[in-house]
């Protein structure tokens, strides 16, 4: 914002060195790009021209020449003519002067000679009485006194308007018998702008009197005025007039130029029309300028069309442009416009360069700049107003660099810090994994495995798996002997999952199983202390299912309770239909204080089969969120589970529900404890106890 502020306070400087080039340049582009068209022709240029020089001979011409071109041009009855030419010295081709030139002449010649009319006097002669206008040349310095210009045809009104149009300290003119038979004087200087003739003074200061522009007054003559009327301002000249025809100017009397490109069809050879080649109808009504456009006798200018531009053109260009009223105007409500685009595009990059991605904020300055550019050029096409659209498209341009240039470095230097962020993300997400791996390794250390727990033992058979959803889970399973004969089991699930489902879960197991062995042989008494037990070590209020049973190998005979947990599904030998074992149980531990947990028993026949899951396997959903469910367990166990062994069931069970879910990330921990109770006894060694414990 401070940048853009500094910008717009520079804009407001009326003339910056380096801006001023700029918008120079801004301006001869919109000519270059489309330059002025001609509506009218009043103006027609007599040239005095190569193809002249070669019938007539180099220039100076005898004043007598001139003294017959203006008399042909004047058969024509022009409005004005304008001599872009300058006399200041007798002409030395006259005759009284020619026996000092030629060497031996006849005394007689000479005498002829000296009694002949001079050839001064003989255009003075042609000047008098016609709308001839003689051009003259402002000087920046004077040897002498400055030579008088006689009363200067100017009335000025609202103040003087000399102190704010172009001084000269005096002027190079004609000799006085040609100036004084014509009927008025301009001036030819022009002043170019880092060498381009872009503006024309209408008024200058010459010796301290007020001097018109060779076209202006031309037109002053054309239009028989006695005088040109200047309208002055507090800020300096507002506008020129000339009789009707009223032509704004800038603060010091200058206008803007509006050219079209060379168009030979506003030349005539003078060499044609002295040669009677050019009809007198040429003429007829307009503005003619007589001037030298031979290589080496011009004065050559570059204008934003052309790169040479002879001065006679420059005139006729300013009588074209006056009379057609195509002057450019620069009035002071452009600074302003230009300023407000300046100061609302600078605010918008401002506000929307941060919040845009760098592509979009450079589309953005891009169509700024570009509709900056295309309104400065409709001002000038359409209105002959010069708007610098330049300034502002280039300020915003340098705006938009250093803002993009501070947003990179800041963008930069978040992306350093993210990446550092992210660098100590990833450390601290190893670390944690490898903490969580290290406790998952741990949970699934304590895990009973059944191929080892009960060596030799034939009497029943068991599978178990446990699969976590995250690293660590909260699901459990265990089994150990509390005697030789005696096999107690159980599986539980955790409310939490994760690392605090898992220690939860760790307690439940430790305490679980120490009040198992506590309470040999009694199902519903340890489910009730049990209860008591974990309820007092949980601080974060969650609860935990378990089914848990105890199976007597030698008879079959089972014993278990359910604290709100899946049912054990019963596989019965020989194919018979599938049960489920509801009676008993209660409410999940940690839920209800106190509960008086029933226990149910039933007897096992040699050849059946428990399957004892946790809900993350009937929970298990597919990529649409459909659920496994417990009709789908059902069939499955139903088609092939009574005559399989554990391992079949539980890896059959495991496969389809991996199938099932169909690579869809797994919401709840799964586990899989299945038992089968074969019958045949198997002596043990004397006081063998296994045990174990799962985590999950």
């Known amino acids: 914002m401070l940048l853009l502020a500094l910008l717009v306070a520079l804009a407001l400087v009326p003339e910056v060195p380096g801006l001023r080039l700029l918008r120079l340049a801004a301006f001869d582009a919109y000519q270059s790009l489309a330059p002025r068209l001609r509506q009218s022709a009043p103006v027609v240029i007599v040239a005095i021209d190569e193809e002249s020089l070669q019938r007539h001979g180099q220039w100076p011409w005898p004043r007598t020449w001139l003294a017959r071109l203006v008399t042909r041009i004047a058969e024509g009855r022009p409005a004005a003519i304008g001599l872009d030419i300058m006399m200041p010295e007798p002409d030395r081709l006259s005759p009284e002067r020619v026996p000092a030139l030629v060497d031996g002449l006849d005394p007689e010649l000479t005498r002829k000679l000296a009694g002949m009319p001079r050839n001064d006097t003989t255009l003075a002669a042609a000047l008098r009485g016609r709308p001839v206008v003689l051009g003259m040349a402002g000087l920046e310095s004077v040897t002498g006194p400055p030579a008088g210009l006689g009363q200067a045809p100017v009335r000025a009104f609202g103040g003087d308007p000399a102190p704010f149009v172009r001084r000269f300290a005096g002027a190079l003119r ?8 014509a009927a008025g004087r301009g001036l030819m200087s022009v002043d170019p702008e880092r060498g381009v003739v872009r503006r024309m003074p209408l008024l200058a200061s010459v010796g301290g009197t007020l001097a018109p522009v060779l076209g202006l007054e031309m037109l002053r003559v054309a239009a028989n005025a006695p005088a040109l009327a200047a309208r002055v301002g507090p800020g300096g000249l507002q506008a020129v007039s000339v009789g009707d025809l009223v032509i704004p100017t800038d603060p010091d009397g200058r206008v803007w130029l509006h050219y079209t490109r060379h168009d030979p069809t506003r030349f005539v050879a003078a060499a044609d029309v002295l040669g ?19 290589f080496g006798l011009s004065d050559y200018q570059a204008t934003p069309v052309s790169d040479l531009m002879t001065g006679v053109e420059i005139h006729a260009q300013f009588l074209e442009a006056v009379v057609d009223g195509t002057l450019l105007s620069r009035p002071a409500l452009a600074r302003w416009i230009e300023i407000a685009l300046l100061g609302a595009g600078g605010l918008l990059l401002v506000l929307a360069v941060p919040l845009l991605r760098a592509r979009t904020s450079l589309a953005l300055i891009v169509v700024l700049v570009a509709a900056i550019l295309g309104l400065g050029f409709v001002f000038y096409v359409q209105r002959g107003i010069l708007l610098d659209a330049a300034t502002p498209a280039l300020a915003l341009a340098a705006l938009f660099t250093v803002m993009l240039a501070v947003t990179l470095t800041e963008a930069e230097s978040q992306r350093r810090a993210l990446r550092r962020q992210v660098e100590l993300q990833r450390e601290a997400a190893a670390r944690l994994a490898g903490e969580l791996a290290a406790a998952r390794r741990i949970q699934e250390g304590t895990l009973p495995h059944p191929a080892v727990a009960f060596p030799g033992e034939t009497r ?3 599978y178990a798996m446990l699969e976590p959803a995250r690293e660590v889970g909260g699901d459990l399973y265990d089994f150990f002997r509390l005697d030789d004969d005696h096999l107690f089991f159980m599986i539980g699930d955790v409310s939490g999952k994760g690392l605090p489902g898992s220690l939860f879960m760790a307690i439940s197991k430790a305490l679980y199983k120490s009040t198992a062995l506590r309470r040999h042989g009694q199902v519903a008494a340890m489910m009730r202390e049990a209860n008591a037990e974990i309820s007092r070590e949980n601080g974060g209020e969650l609860f935990v299912t378990v089914l848990a049973g105890i199976l007597d190998a030698r008879t079959g005979e089972l014993e278990y309770c359910s604290a709100g947990h899946e049912p054990p599904l019963l596989l019965p030998r020989g194919g018979r239909a599938l049960l489920s074992l509801d009676e008993g149980g209660g409410p999940p531990l940690c839920s209800v204080d106190g509960y008086s947990y029933v226990p149910a028993t039933r007897r096992l026949e040699p050849g059946d089969t428990l399957c004892l899951i946790t809900d993350g396997i009937i929970e298990a959903a597919d990529p649409d969120g459909q659920l496994y469910g417990r009709e789908r367990l059902h069939a499955l166990l139903g088609r092939g589970g009574a005559g399989a062994s554990p391992a079949e069931v539980g ?46």
């Open 174 to 181: 004609s000799v006085d018998e040609i100036d004084a038979a």
């Open 276 to 294: 009677g080649r050019v009809g007198p109808e040429r003429f007829e009504g307009r503005l003619v300028l007589i001037g030298a456009t031979a």
């Open 460 to 462: 029943f058979d068991l």
């Open 651 to 696: 890896g059959a069970i495991h496969r389809d529900v991996i199938a099932f879910t169909g690579g869809a990330e797994p919401y709840d921990d799964m586990a899989v404890l299945i038992i089968r109770y074969t019958g045949t006894a198997l002596p043990l060694p004397s006081g063998e106890r296994a045990g174990g414990g799962a985590t999950g």
